[in-house]
């Protein structure tokens, strides 16, 4: 049997730069909606939405204690995104390589304005 769908992706997820520093602030613990809150200069109802896009990418698990809702970080999904990064990573390194060689031959060649 075929796992469920997840409601939103991993990349539409981290698309908001609220819902990155929610995955930062919860890489560390388990924490609960109100100390998430008084992170941040918004409402409890936004964090909590945020809180929701993230849970439906299964970028955070939530879990009742007594009356609280608590949520940690769920980094697996986080794995789909590095191997897509990595995929870059060789063009970067070819031009960075280029830009070195290019610095060191201008600077070789007293290309430095004296």
């Known amino acids: 049997m075929a796992a469920p769908a997840l409601k939103h992706d991993v990349y539409q997820a981290i698309a908001d730069p609220t819902r990155r ?5 919860l ?20 964090v909590n939405k945020h809180l929701h896009v ?6 955070v698990s939530r879990r009742k204690v007594g009356r609280e809702t608590r949520y940690t970080l769920q980094a697996e999904p986080l ?6 990064l990595a995929f870059f990573e ?18 070789n ?4 304005g004296e």
Do not use: N
């Open 27 to 46: 890489a560390d613990k388990e924490m609960p909606i109100t100390e998430i809150s008084s992170c941040f200069p918004i409402t409890r109802t936004a």
């Open 54 to 59: 993230l849970s439906d990418a299964g970028l």
């Open 21 to 25: 520093k929610l995955l930062t602030l």
């Open 79 to 84: 794995i789909e995104l590095k191997r897509w």
């Open 109 to 112: 060649s007293g290309g430095e």
């Open 90 to 107: 060789q063009y970067w390194d070819e031009r960075l390589f280029a830009l070195k060689e290019l610095v060191e031959a201008d600077h």
